[in-house]
């Protein structure tokens, strides 16, 4: 059965985007996370996301500047397979894309029971809240940026229990940030414990 892990910056008052929809704080060009990073995307991971996520990567990665400013990750961005979760684009303008039109949760399920690679969701909040809910994610990394926000989309925003997580793993970096690892706690039937 394939892993799904979830790999998503947020900041210290707890959110992945501030308020209008922008994660740009979340870039930093030290060299030790950059390193982290390009580490990360090179592990061969099926990407998965959501439509905002992919409009925003799709427009960046595939450029010349990425290619220039970012050469490791943008070599494993553009050649990572990538599962997109949206309903408005009919055609995938960035290589090796596959578009998912159905429910998220039972498309996910279906991908796990495949054989293949593990896949990691980047960004995309709300696909994150109903993976996480479902009891389909399997490691959760946070890298918590030393920035506070004040206002902005939370990824556990909306969940209809608790979730309970616990901590496997930790890294922090010259620049401030800490990678946090964590898996959920599960019940004997093997759901999430609240």
Do not use: C
């Amino acid at each position: 059965m394939r892993k799904l892990g979830v790999f998503l910056s947020i900041s210290v008052d707890g959110y992945f985007a501030d308020s209008s929809g922008d994660m740009s704080w979340a870039h930093d060009r030290d060299p030790e996370f950059y390193t982290f990073l390009a580490d990360n995307a090179s592990s061969g991971s099926e990407l998965v996301m959501g439509r905002r996520t992919y409009d925003l990567m799709s427009a960046y990665w595939p450029t010349d500047f990425a290619r220039q400013n970012d050469p490791a990750l943008a070599t494993a961005m553009n050649s990572l397979p990538k599962i997109v979760f949206l309903r408005t684009i009919r055609e995938a303008g960035w290589n090796n894309t596959r578009l998912v039109k159905t429910d998220p949760i039972e498309a996910v399920r279906a991908l796990k029971r495949e054989e293949g690679q593990e896949m990691v969701v980047l960004g995309s909040g709300s696909i994150v809240r109903l993976l996480a809910q479902a009891g389909l994610v399997d490691t959760f990394q946070f890298v918590i940026v030393p920035l506070a926000l004040g206002a902005g989309r939370s990824v556990f925003a909306g969940l209809s229990e608790r979730l309970r997580l616990e901590p496997i793993g930790s890294q922090r970096f010259g620049n401030g940030n800490v990678a946090l690892t964590y898996v959920p706690v599960t019940g004997a039937n093997g759901s999430p414990v609240g």
